[in-house]
């Protein structure tokens, strides 16, 4: 009797150890990014930078349990984030190492190992919405979301918006000099909003965003820094008014997970007076996955629009555009909702962004 079963195929047994490595390596950095963010919370990195320290003198200046430090600073000396010396049992943090790991700017990376965290939380709904569609809506991840994405976009407002982001757009900081009405749609905590505030008083800035917690930090924040000429208000940006009209609407960060991103383009466009500009901060990707196989950062962006981005858009019955919507998509739309004049700019300090300034005719 012959048999019915294909050949089995010629297993590399090389290329499954490397394979399996690779996976190894995976879970091992998804750990270990834990580890990072528990360092960040605690203040661990901020204890060890300056000057060494064995597991108890760190454990003293961080005023935390010795034993779980010590645990803690094997897992950094063994992935390489601090060195150790058995001579002396120091642990010390190199000093570019703390560049990535300390401080509020845009250089600290540590904020962004949090969201591994936050978004494997709803792993059990998200699976549920593969096998049946729908989605994790976004008052699922919220309050702990609207932390995460502050420590996320603030240190590179604080460093790049009106330095480097803004003077992208051609004649865009005069303009908001001389004093314009302006918008900003998904603005989160709206530090975005309250940074361009104080630095452009002739203007006025309003931040708009469907969750009340975020836009209550942003007032508070707007009330300790005595700005006169901001104000945050709850809405679906669907809604946008269009009267009176708006000289400049900004978007960080935000199209790609509305539920309706079409309908909030075209919105944005009605809502600018003739002139005005649409400043579209959104990710750098292109549309196409094999144009994406080569971007280093495109697992990233593809893992954080299915585990976020895109789930909380089809949660809502929406588009489901995700991160990765790519550059010639978002043309495209930009096009569809009347938009004609768009030049695309590099976001300094952020590999991951790209500036789409709009120009309404
Ligand atoms: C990824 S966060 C970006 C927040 C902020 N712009 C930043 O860069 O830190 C997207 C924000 O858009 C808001 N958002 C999403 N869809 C919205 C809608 N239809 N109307 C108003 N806000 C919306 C979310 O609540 C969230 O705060």
């Known amino acids: 009797m012959t048999s019915t079963h294909p050949p089995e195929p010629t297993l590399d047994t090389g290329k ?33 930078a300056g000057a060494s320290a064995t597991s108890a003198e760190l454990a003293r200046r961080a005023n935390l349990d010795e034993r779980y430090v010590r645990e803690w600073l094997g897992a950094m000396a063994t992935g390489g984030i601090v060195t150790y010396d058995p001579a002396t049992k120091a642990f010390t943090l190199p000093p570019e190492h703390a560049v990535c790991l300390r401080g509020s700017t845009s250089t600290n990376l540590a904020p962004f190992t949090l969201a591994v965290a936050h978004l494997g939380e709803h792993l059990d709904e998200l699976i549920e919405a593969f096998r049946h569609g729908g989605g994790v809506p976004y008052e699922r991840f919220r309050p702990r979301f609207t932390e995460i994405m502050d420590g996320m976009s603030r240190g590179l407002f604080d460093d790049q918006l009106v330095s480097g982001i803004l003077p992208v757009v051609p004649g865009l900081p005069e303009q908001l000099g001389e004093g ?29 965003d469907l969750a009340p917690d975020a836009l209550a930090r942003g007032r508070a924040e707007a009330g300790e820094a005595g700005l006169p000429n901001v104000s945050f208000t709850e809405l679906d ?78 949660a809502r019955g929406g588009a489901g555009l995700g991160t990765v919507w790519g550059e010639q998509l978002a043309r495209t739309m930009l096009a569809d909702a009347g938009f004609t004049d768009v030049e695309v700019y590099d976001v300094p300090d952020d590999p991951l962004d790209a500036v789409y300034a709009c120009r309404r005719p």
């Open 16 to 48: 499954v150890e490397e394979f399996a490595g690779r996976l190894f390596e995976l879970t091992t950095g998804g750990l270990l990014s834990h580890l990072v963010g528990i360092g960040h919370r605690t203040g661990l990195f901020d204890a060890l």
């Open 180 to 208: 314009v009405r302006a918008a900003d749609i998904g603005c989160g905590t709206g530090h975005s909003v309250n940074l361009m505030a104080a630095a452009y008083p002739a203007s006025t800035f309003v931040g708009y």
């Open 237 to 314: 940006v669907v809604e946008l008014p269009t009267e009176p009209p708006f000289d400049v609407v900004f978007a960080f960060d935000t199209i790609h997970d509305q539920a309706e991103p079409a309908r909030v383009l075209s919105r944005v466009h009605d809502a600018l007076a003739p002139g005005g500009v649409f400043v579209m901060m959104d990710t750098r990707a292109a549309t196409d996955l094999a144009d994406n196989l080569d971007n280093p950062f495109a697992p990233l962006l593809y893992s954080v629009s299915t585990l976020h981005c895109m789930t909380v858009s089809l």
